[in-house]
DNA sequence: CGTCATACTTCCTTTTTTGTTAGTACCACA
DNA sequence: TGTGGTACTAACAAAAAAGGAAGTATGACG
């Protein structure tokens, strides 16, 4: 419960601009600094909680679970606990989140094109 | 000039990141509110500031200078000043940001086919 | 009873992003 | 001299995202 407001503007332009198109609401689903990278590591494989921190540079416990658990959410990803001690969890990528691996490839592609042409652009 | 604490990490976690992957490099780039709606807009055509502002629902003036000051600075909007009064000034998208449009189509249709798969999941 | 390992949670601070308000320069034209 | 239209800019405020430090439940094992 965040105090906000009434008249806010902030929430409401991100509201409408959802709504309003496909593409803004996916990169609300995608956006912030961890979930592509979590994606892109749950795409060949399951993963533990566990092994998704040794695999993502410098995230901590709490950022982790707060990007899986909106992923989670969003309908990317699946999660299993198994009823061990200690405990289990597994994460793996939904159809959706499979569905969506060419894209991420092509913005990766997209990436590294444009980082070397800008790098060596004169000026 | 703002004042930051020497041992921040959030910093430091987007450029470790960014030279990590081409992927989150590029998220860097389009991320944001307006953004990936600027380069959309753009596609078909050249637009001046105020027919973007008049097609960009509840853009202020000042998000609008920044997003394009950005996009300009990051070579995927070229920026054309006529030296007019009132002034004129238009805005077209570069080679590098023609290059991302594909990218931007799959995840709009992406972002549709997946909102109403979860709209209209039962539970 | 104390320790271990895993997968978290809670409370709080800092940093980043977005929005609000009120301006400015330019020159033609009335 | 005053108004009009365009494309901004500066100072400030609010909201959102990210990070830090410490604590919790579980049950096997010693």
């Keep these: 419960m965040t105090t ?5 503007t902030n929430q409401r332009n991100r ?7 496909g593409m803004t609401y996916a990169l609300h689903l995608l956006g912030g600094r961890w979930k592509l990278l979590i994606l892109y590591k749950l795409e060949q494989q399951k993963r533990r909680f566990s092994e998704l921190k040794q695999v993502l540079p410098h995230i901590t416990d709490r950022m982790l679970t707060l990007q899986l658990r909106e992923l989670e959410h969003d309908g990317l990803v699946a999660r299993t606990v198994f009823a061990e001690v200690p405990p289990r969890v597994e994460y793996e990528l939904t159809a959706s989140g499979h569905a969506l691996s060419p894209t991420w490839k092509s913005l990766e592609a997209w990436g590294n094109t444009h980082r070397q042409a800008t790098e060596t652009m004169p000026g």
């Design 15 to 21: 509201q409408v601009l959802d709504e309003y198109c």
């Design 4 to 8: 906000r407001k009434p008249t806010s």
